[in-house]
């Protein structure tokens, strides 16, 4: 039901816009975040936007670089800017109904399938 895209291989200091898809239901009253996971390493919030998209909440290490919106349409994005090699992951979408704690994975409700995101030095 969620359908992350727009990931890839760049090289430091370059961009992406990850995109993330909703089918099959409405995620219009949905929190909608953004996650990553690295070989060997738990999942970890990465940004979140609430669901008329006039809050959004970033973890401090993409603070300033990310950013993350979304459109009446049922899709989010992360533009990521200024990429860093510790920014390699795979990147998930996620949505939540109640947005007490936008930075726990285990709150989400739905989850998409990931994109790999590859940043060479």
């Known amino acids: 039901q969620l359908v992350e895209s727009g990931g890839g291989l760049v090289q430091a200091g370059g961009s992406l816009r990850l995109s993330c898809a909703a089918s099959?239901?409405?995620?219009?009253?949905?929190?909608m975040g953004w996650f990553r996971q690295a070989p060997g390493k738990e999942r970890e919030f990465v940004a979140a936007?609430?669901?008329?998209?006039?809050?959004t909440y970033y973890a401090d290490s993409v603070k300033g670089r990310f950013t993350i919106s979304r459109d009446n349409a049922n899709t989010v994005y992360l533009q990521m800017n200024s990429l860093k090699p510790e920014d390699t992951a795979v990147y998930y979408c996620?949505?939540?109904?109640?947005?007490?704690?936008?930075?726990?994975?285990?709150?989400?409700?739905?989850w998409g399938q990931g994109t790999q995101v590859t940043v060479s030095s």
């Open positions: 099959g239901r409405t995620f219009s009253r949905y929190y």
């Open positions: 936007v609430n669901w008329s998209g006039s809050s």
């Open positions: 996620a949505a939540l109904y109640s947005g007490y704690k936008v930075s726990i994975p285990n709150e989400y409700d739905y």
